[in-house]
């Protein structure tokens, strides 16, 4: 026997047939029972029949579960995140500095809201909020508001002291504070507003971005050779690079306890009165702090006399600068680059001046050239305005008191910068190798990545805030999450993993948690997690999360 539907005026109709063969043997099929309308039968009208044929079959019938879906969020990265939070003990440490039997909000869930939206889906404050209502964020409260999100921050920085001390005791362990090679650098963040308030640390100063001027506060970080971000600094947007070096360094040898600390540091934090500052610090067991200091190119020209009589083996020299060893570097195919580029710019003024003055000869000639009537003067400040954008003047110089447009090519200068040519000038009190020392400031390329994490992947900048502290709060939080980021970072170099810790978040980002209703009773569900999540969160060293997940 079997079901069929049938139509007559319009309407189907559900029929049990039998199929038989008469008594010539031909098929033939006959209506057993009409079971009515099709549109007028309901599953609880059908459901008896089935599960009475099940029982006469010898089946227990299996109840069909009423299924409703009613949502899903992100689980699998913020999930990451908060265990690799747990594990470092930030969250014991933040909610220590943060306890207060005043609140009436969770602070430290903010926080960690905060902290994790800059390294999933980095937005403003408001951004967060609409962040939260599409994630599985473990241990959030069920409602946030954009004021508890402020007054966090507000409560972060009353107790920003407090915080960094519980941070750098859960960081400590992590330290070789027998010798700890730190590595320090600033970047200069851009903020909006153009308003003025007490203690701005807003102020116009020169940009490492753009390279010109604009509004702005620096910010300083030091990091330790595997580029875990240990201490950090907001200064105004207008402070000199020397100044802020040895505040830093004072209190992160004292917050660390390192006994002995090698300092690296980029151009620019490099003066006579810095390096005596410097060498007057002292680490916990009063040993007098190491540095590796790289010169500014804008004081080469000064080494040009020392570096020509260095001795050069396989491209590590040294020599003795005021007292103090001076550590070179020599590439020789990025010298052979660098002369030939200047050869070429000199070589493009030349003919530029040549132009001028064929330009001036003619019109005292009496036979001007088309165009707008030149003169020696405007002819001096064109050639130089040209020198110096091609970074030339020390070589070619024009000579403003002569009464006729004329230039000249300095050759010592030019020797003098041909010596200086693929070299790289690092001055330090260390006893470590030449080589060694080389090798320790080349490794500040990598910790500088760190920077271009802050401004790239958690976007510091630009920043909306106007208060002081509310500037140094987001300052802490995109600290906190450099700190992650470079916990991941390390854990997926250790495994050999090719996954960026971005691309590591967005492939867990695709784990979700299935919110869905069950006969009526709501529960959660983990969506499927496959094997390269699964092996991504071995290499992470955290727990695969559970399938299943009571309501």
């Known amino acids: 026997m079997f079901t069929r539907i049938s139509k007559s005026g319009g309407r189907a109709y559900l029929q049990l047939v039998e199929a038989f063969r008469n008594d010539n043997g031909e098929p033939r099929q006959r209506v057993v029972a009409n079971l009515g309308r099709l549109d007028q039968l309901r599953p609880k009208d059908l459901e008896p029949l089935i599960g009475g044929l099940q029982r006469a079959l010898g089946r227990v019938p299996t109840p069909v579960p009423d299924v409703e879906f009613i949502g899903a969020k992100a689980l699998g990265d913020v999930y990451a995140l908060h265990a690799l939070w747990q594990e470092l003990g930030l969250e014991g440490a933040v909610a220590r ?65 407090a915080v960094e001390d519980a941070v750098a005791a859960q960081l400590r362990p992590l330290l070789d504070d027998e010798m700890s090679v730190v590595f320090y650098d600033l970047t200069t963040v ?58 830093m360094i004072q209190a992160t040898v004292k917050r660390y306890r390192l006994k002995r600390v090698i300092l690296i540091a980029d151009r620019g934090l490099l003066s006579l009165d810095n390096l ?48 103090r060893r001076l550590v070179l570097a020599h590439d020789a195919v990025r010298a052979e680059e660098q002369q030939q580029a200047r050869e070429a710019a000199i070589a493009a003024l030349e003919a530029e001046g040549d132009r001028l003055a064929t330009r001036l000869d003619a019109q005292d000639e009496g036979t001007p050239q088309r165009g707008r009537r030149s003169s020696d003067r405007r002819a001096y400040l064109k050639f130089s305005e040209q020198t110096k954008a091609a970074r030339l003047s020390r070589i070619v110089k024009a000579d403003l008191q002569a009464e006729r447009f004329s230039y000249t090519i300095d050759n010592a200068a ?5 010596v200086l040519d693929g070299k790289l000038l690092l001055v330090t009190n260390t006893d470590l190798p ?8 080349k490794a500040l390329a990598d910790i500088e990545r760190g920077f271009r994490v802050l401004k790239s992947d958690i976007e510091i900048a630009p920043v909306h805030h106007r208060l002081p502290e509310r500037i140094r709060a987001h300052a802490l939080i995109c600290f906190l999450a450099l700190l992650l980021h470079r916990v991941m970072r390390m854990r997926l170099k250790a495994s050999a993993s090719p996954l960026s810790p971005q691309r590591a978040l967005a492939l867990l980002r695709q784990i979700q948690q299935l919110q ?36």
């Open 190 to 247: 851009r903020i909006s507003g153009t308003g003025r308030v007490a203690d701005d640390v807003r102020a116009h100063g020169m940009s490492k971005e753009t390279g010109g001027i604009a509004r702005q506060f620096v910010l300083g970080v030091i990091q330790t050779r595997e580029g875990l971000p240990i201490a950090h600094q907001v200064h105004a947007g207008n402070i000199g690079e020397v100044g802020t070096l040895l505040p």
């Open 276 to 323: 005596a500052a410097v060498e007057s610090l002292t680490s916990a067991s009063g040993e007098p702090i190491e540095y590796v200091l790289a010169v500014p190119g804008r004081r080469y020209a000064e080494f040009a006399d020392l570096v020509g009589d260095v001795a050069f083996v396989d491209g590590v020299g040294e020599t003795r600068w005021q007292d």
């Open 97 to 161: 500095a943060l306890r207060s039997s005043y609140r009436r909000f969770d602070a430290l869930a903010m926080v960690r809201a905060m902290v994790f939206n800059r390294l999933c889906e980095p937005d403003s404050k408001l951004g967060v909020l609409r962040w939260l209502d599409t994630v599985a964020l473990p241990g959030h409260p069920e409602h946030s508001s954009h004021d508890h999100l402020l007054r966090a921050m507000d409560a972060l920085m009353d107790r920003a002291g």
């Open 434 to 441: 030449a080589a060694g020392v080389i090798e320790r400031y």
């Open 516 to 551: 869905v209703k069950i006969d009526h009773r709501p529960t959660t569900r983990t969506s499927q997690i496959n094997a390269e999540q699964r092996g991504l969160l071995q290499q992470l060293n955290l727990p695969v999360p559970e399938v299943a997940t009571p309501a």
């Open 414 to 418: 030019k020797r003098a910068a041909e």
